[in-house]
């Protein structure tokens, strides 16, 4: 395989054409073309992009680049478990914690497939002991609060899949433990999710690969603190979720240990242990199971070459056309969905850590722009807001609205002749309508001028096999774009510098008076 | 007063010339430039810019084009009740909420200044009243949770200062009443957030000013038909907050209602009875007090001509400079404090609904680019998940810290001996600079290009007075900004096609093909 810088393809030039060419929403749209602009992605959920700025020829355009760049074939040579990673020399396997589409990954005459499903079992059969009472803390009293004590992908992934399905759960009588989640070093945050629990009934999962996170460890330490203070024994309160290597692993000081490695990067980590301990607890070990369910059929949808076939390569190379070819610097998620809402904030990480990079995968700079800003606010919340500037800001915003035909608790009522849910689907096909055609007005203040991309990610209701559709498509589209940019999508080099200043700055000894004179305004010292 | 587009302006010229003059922060940035660059914002934060890309010959041009376009007789206008929303033809009264700077406000033969204060006076002897029980739920139950009920403006900004100051309040020993919030037409979020709370012992705060918002007014019947199962007279646990002329306004269907007018916007009314009356619930009348004290200092310092001595009008001549002559087309808020979590998405309201415009006041098309995306999520949260693209991305991202010298609960544990607090802060001080001045490295991958522009607004610690200080501070930044811009930040026109068009949908005859397709691809009918 060959691994060359987008610019350097023959599709670069034909794509630049192309986009030479202007194109309007406003002539393209019609009622065939949004019945045939539409891609499966796996739990029955569809991918809309008939309201996106492209044509046959720039879709030919994208499958040729999709084919030279040899995407897929680069996606089997991640789920192969070759190292993908080049920076770090690592695999990337977190689709193997959801089953194999690959050849058997073996590291060191171990299976890393059923390495996985091994801490899976593991894990649930510990799930299943706290359910049942088996396993319980310092006390005898049962849990009923799994507070999950970790940052970045440790945190942003499991607490949006949390909150997604919690009021789900609860309905079908499967919410079994209330979660809370501790990531900032910021003392509050910590104060704040103690402050409303009872502890003697919380067991905290400590969640680090390296096991060596400086708020991780701080955050540890102030609850291991505030349970000796309550008189409970520590030891009993805690397990980990961390890599063999590690300080946490064999550790008495926890009453168990699960397992990842450093093939599952900490914003692909979900589907993990990571994310698995965490909402198995939660709403029990057959949602989770169903969510990598979910998560499994997408990653195998997305090994088909033909684009129109394959939505997460789809929705990558589209965002290519914007990102590069129309020069559009952000993209915005819109779920219309409540129990998304802090489904972007995961996104944001996911999208932004892999890809926002200047560097190709040789660590040569490249000449075009990578990874756009993503941010979002559900739906109709965000019409309320910063829609305004979507509809009639200076520049447009790409946008990926997610909807789903059925609410997800089922509890509605009807107002003016329909449901809210009713009324938050018109409200969707509204501003899809709205954004792409606009409304010309003789007063300019009142005038849209459309011609604003989207998308549309369409389900049936919102479950946990949908969700793990929902998140295994967004990671296969990072990796996607990552593959076209030429970039590794894998490491976070960008994250260091701050790490080391920050070593500085409390040893005190930076050498850099500048970093001091900082240091002193904000009285570090 | 003369109203020009900033690219009719002599000083467009100038910054547009001294644009072309290449500066960077690693020859800029020096201990008495950091001592230097700081401005007063009121209630004793500070505005620290050494680390923006800015000199003092730009610095004097921004003070000449903030002189040209007399952004602080505009201001004045404003305060003195001059019709500003000039598309809407009202006035902007929301700093009457929290203080009189300018004349007396007169309308109709009254002296809004004086109603508002009313207003303030009526709805904390309602609070009271609550608090001691003498007003309590059909059953005669005190209240113990109140639930606010409204969406964007009558959303955001309560909820984010509700946290904000949540567990400030419990160690405070002045919490009253827990608070939730329900904003989204999703049928899930009123569901979810009832779920969990005593409908008996439950006060409902409806805030609409217009007392038509389709989402405010579903959810509205939604808890009245829960009210109702539940036994209870939804007459004795809903309040309204509205505008005198609304449905809401004198109607027995509420317990009472609290008035605001047409020149309270509502991304503007935190400081009104919009935020009033839930905040005094919840906190009680003395800590909103303070909040809005705070809110009129940092009023007061804004009027300010001088740049160097005006915080929120120098900050937003920053953002100019960045938006149109270094071409930035964003900027990342990121509080150091874990309560100012859904701060960021108060500010995208703010700023994005303000000044996402692409007219000015004439409603004649502009030339140049006006308000930029804004997102953001606290430190250090944010280190672990977007700041890889902020630190390496293709191009740079403005940045906005917010911070604090102390912890908001001072509940904190030595690690590695240093406390939580010092960590956090120590993060700051490097963030700044990492992002300022970078990294060389022979591997590309792990250097860092620098060059990227930040400031930090910091506090002592984060409480009422601070908290209104701070709101006020990017309420007159936006101010300011739409002032260069020449626009009119005050009305909301992208808003009303997305309504339309809902609303041709529900009715089922919108004579659209397209939004026909949309609607029937969402099963809207």
């Known amino acids: 395989m060959k691994y060359i810088d987008l610019d350097k393809t023959e599709s670069y ?10 194109r309007t929403l406003a002539a393209l749209l019609n009622v065939d073309r949004i019945k045939k602009y539409m891609a499966p992605m796996g739990a029955g959920l569809q991918y809309s992009y008939s309201a996106k700025l492209v044509d046959d020829p720039v879709l030919a355009a994208l499958q040729k680049l999709s084919d030279e760049q040899e995407l897929i074939e680069k996606y089997r040579a991640i789920l192969d478990g070759e190292t993908m990673n080049t920076g ?10 959801r089953g194999q589409l690959g050849k058997p990954v073996i590291e060191k005459g171990r299976n890393l497939g059923e ?26 009293k049962a849990f009923s609060t799994v507070v999950q004590i970790g940052i970045g992908g440790s945190d942003l992934g499991p607490r949006a899949l949390y909150l997604a399905l919690e009021q789900w759960a609860v309905r079908a009588g499967k919410k ?16 704040a999710a103690i402050s409303g629990i009872n502890m003697e009934e919380s067991l905290f999962i400590l969640v680090s690969k390296s096991g060596t996170t400086q708020e991780t460890l701080s955050n540890e330490l102030f609850v291991k603190a505030k349970l000796q203070k309550a008189g409970l024994d520590p030891r009993k309160h805690l397990v980990a979720v961390t890599s063999e290597t590690s300080p946490l692993a064999h550790n008495p000081d926890y009453l168990d240990s699960f397992y990842i490695d450093d093939f599952i990067g900490g914003r692909y980590s979900s589907t993990s242990a990571v994310g698995g301990v965490i909402l ?11 969510l990598l369910a979910g998560a499994h059929e997408t990653d195998s949808l997305a090994l088909n070459p033909e684009i129109a076939k394959n939505a997460a390569l789809l929705d990558a190379l589209i965002g290519v056309w914007e990102r590069n070819f129309l020069n559009f610097p952000y993209t915005a998620v819109l779920p ?8 972007p ?28 800003v993503v941010f979002g606010e559900p739906g109709t919340n965000g019409q309320h807001s910063f829609y305004q500037l979507l509809h009639q800001g200076t520049e447009p915003v790409p946008l990926q609205f997610i909807a789903f035909l059925e609410s997800q608790l089922g509890d509605d009522v009807e107002v003016d002749g329909s449901l809210s849910q009713t009324k938050l689907k018109a409200n969707v096909a509204a501003q899809i309508v709205a954004f792409a055609t606009g409304k010309s007005d003789s007063n300019r203040n009142k005038e849209f001028t459309g011609e604003r991309p989207s998308s549309l990610i369409l389900g049936k209701q919102l479950n946990p096999a949908v969700l793990g559709a929902l998140l295994a498509h967004f990671e296969n589209k990072v990796l996607f774009q990552g593959l076209v940019w030429n970039l590794n999508s894998f490491d976070q080099e960008g994250v260091q510098l701050g790490k080391i200043l920050t070593k500085q700055v409390l040893s005190g000894n930076s050498g850099n008076p500048v970093l001091d004179a900082y240091s002193q305004l904000l009285a570090v010292k």
Do not use: C, W
């Open 13 to 22: 030039r034909n794509l630049s054409g192309l986009a030479g060419t202007k």
């Open 88 to 97: 770090e020399n690592r695999k990337v396997l977190h689709h193997l914690t």
């Open 115 to 140: 390495f996985y499903a091994e801490e899976l079992n593991r894990f649930q059969a510990f799930t299943d002991a706290v359910h049942t009472g088996t396993i319980h803390g310092s006390t005898g």
């Open 176 to 191: 079994k433990l209330n979660a809370k989640f501790i990531s900032n070093v910021d003392p509050d945050d910590a104060s």
């Open 280 to 290: 198995s607890l939660a709403f029990g070990p057959e949602a989770f199971k169903e």
């Open 336 to 343: 219309y969905s409540q129990a998304l809402s802090r489904f």
């Open 345 to 372: 904030a995961h996104l944001q990480q996911l999208d932004m850590e892999s890809n926002g990079k200047r560097v190709n995968r040789f660590g040569e700079p490249v000449a075009y722009s990578t990874g756009p």
